[in-house]
């Protein structure tokens, strides 16, 4: 059921300004093994993560996918299968770059990857990330409702938790987000709140969609005339800008929000 190759998923970040990050969403290979192993440490270490060794990421490389930016590897998780479902394991963020939106950007790719795959469902066991994942959809299960040859995987002594969701699917990757979990996207001057919809093509849409005034021309990232600043939060570049904004600012033409998003009209 698991395609031998995967579609590599590129992705353009910016908090604002000229200065972007271009990350890629792509299955793992042998050679990452030492960059999953290092990536994964800290929370082996604080007991989030079970232990595995470096061997281990090297054996079951290609059941892992990961997130680089500058081909570096920052974001990594695994799939394993089982007859009525689909589990994600050892989901793990560098901590230099939590905040970004990489795990979000990471988690829907996996969970539309499996959608491609006929997995209607994936599972998750977790201890400390448990808030993390239920606001991006899923639910605790009982233990009893999970396949037998997953049961007996179980190890009753760390307490992890399983969780469920539905896996989702869109044209577009990063048009899973909104099934994910809400994003509100907040007008500080105007003092409204939005729920970001998928169906929008860019946050200008959506800001013209709700009444508020913004200049636009090209709708191309390429004059530069809906550039506003970004008070807070990520948002994904559909193509990259032919013009650098000031800094702080973010074309709303060609974006969409990764995160939470705080918009200064």
Not at 49 to 58: A, G, H, M, P, T
Not at 94 to 115: M, N, P, Y
Not at 203 to 219: A, R
Request: contains cysteine; negative net charge; charged residues 20%.
């Amino acid at each position: 059921m698991r395609p031998n190759t995967v579609r590599a998923i590129n992705a353009i970040f910016s908090r604002g300004g000229d200065e972007l990050i271009h990350a890629t969403f792509r299955r793992g290979r042998v050679t990452d093994a030492q960059a999953m192993y290092e990536l994964s440490l800290p929370f082996i270490e604080s007991g989030n993560l079970i232990v595995r060794k470096r061997e281990l990421f090297e054996q079951v490389a290609e059941d892992f996918y990961v997130v680089e930016i500058d081909r570096t590897v920052v974001a990594c998780a695994g799939i394993r299968s089982f007859t009525e479902m689909a589990e994600l394991f050892n989901v793990a963020v560098d901590r230099r770059w939590q905040g970004l939106g990489l795990g979000r950007f990471l988690l829907a790719s996996l969970v539309s990857l499996l959608r491609e795959q006929d997995f209607a469902t994936v599972l998750v066991f977790t201890q400390s990330t448990l808030g993390w994942f239920v606001r991006h959809g899923f639910t605790p299960v009982d233990m009893a409702v999970l396949p037998a040859e997953r049961l007996a995987l179980v190890d009753p002594d760390r307490g992890s938790v399983p969780l469920v969701r539905s896996t989702v699917g869109g044209a577009e990757v990063l048009e899973s987000l909104a099934e994910l979990t809400e994003v509100t996207i907040e007008f500080a001057k105007a003092g409204h709140a939005y729920p970001w919809e998928g169906k929008f093509d860019s946050l200008l849409q959506f800001t013209e969609h709700h009444g508020i005034e913004v200049d636009s021309l090209c709708w191309g990232g390429v004059c530069g005339t809906c550039a506003v600043r970004l008070k807070h939060g990520t948002v994904n570049y559909q193509v990259a800008p032919e013009i650098d904004p000031e800094e702080g600012e973010v074309l709303l033409c060609i974006a969409l929000p990764l995160t939470h998003v705080v918009l200064d009209l």
